[in-house]
C-alpha cells in the first residue's frame, strides 16, 4: 500500500505542475451536492480543457480540480478545501472513475492520495469502480463539459 501512495503523490505532483502550466482551469460546475457526501459545502469543479484526452471507445480522461467552501473536515482533525484528480469518463454512459487524486487543505498542503485500479482484462483499460453519474450532482455537469469538448 505504501509504494502506491508513494506512486500517488509522485503522479499527483507531476499532474498538478502540468496542469498549472499546461493551461487554466475553467469552471465547469458549482453549487451543493448532495451525492458527494458533503451535503454542507458549496463544491465548484474545473477542468483544464486542453488536459481531456480522447481514448478509444468514447472514453476521455482529465484533470480536475474541485473545492469545497467551507473546507469539509476529514474526521481527523483536518479539513479538505479541494482535491486535484485524474479522471476517466465514459462518454457513453456519463459513468465516472478517479484514476489517482491529492485532497489539499486550504493552504495547499497535500493531506492524503488515492489511486483507482484498473481492469486490465479488457480492450480498453477502465477502472473498476467507474459508476454512472448522479444527474443532480456537480460533476454531472463536469463530465457533460468534458464529453462535448470537440477532439
Do not use: H
Not at 2 to 30: E, Y
Amino acid at each position: 500500500m505504501f509504494s502506491k501512495n508513494v506512486l500517488a503523490i509522485a503522479v499527483l505532483c507531476g499532474i498538478t505542475s502540468f496542469a498549472s502550466a499546461a493551461g487554466s482551469w475553467t469552471q465547469t460546475s458549482t453549487g451543493k451536492d448532495d451525492s458527494d457526501g458533503f451535503e454542507a459545502a458549496i463544491t465548484t469543479e474545473y477542468v483544464v480543457k486542453n488536459s481531456i484526452k480522447l481514448i478509444r471507445g468514447n472514453y476521455r480522461t482529465a484533470f480536475v480540480k474541485t473545492t469545497f467552501t467551507p473546507p469539509v473536515p476529514l474526521g481527523d482533525g483536518r479539513s479538505a478545501a479541494s482535491t486535484v484528480s485524474d479522471v476517466m469518463v465514459n462518454c457513453n454512459d456519463l459513468s465516472w472513475g478517479t484514476a489517482s487524486q491529492m485532497i489539499f487543505d486550504s493552504d495547499m498542503v497535500p493531506l492524503m492520495t488515492s489511486v483507482g485500479d484498473f481492469d486490465r482484462t479488457k480492450q480498453i483499460w477502465t477502472l473498476k469502480d467507474m459508476k454512472p453519474l448522479d444527474p443532480a450532482s456537480t460533476t454531472y455537469k463536469t463530465g457533460q463539459f468534458i464529453c462535448a469538448v470537440k477532439m
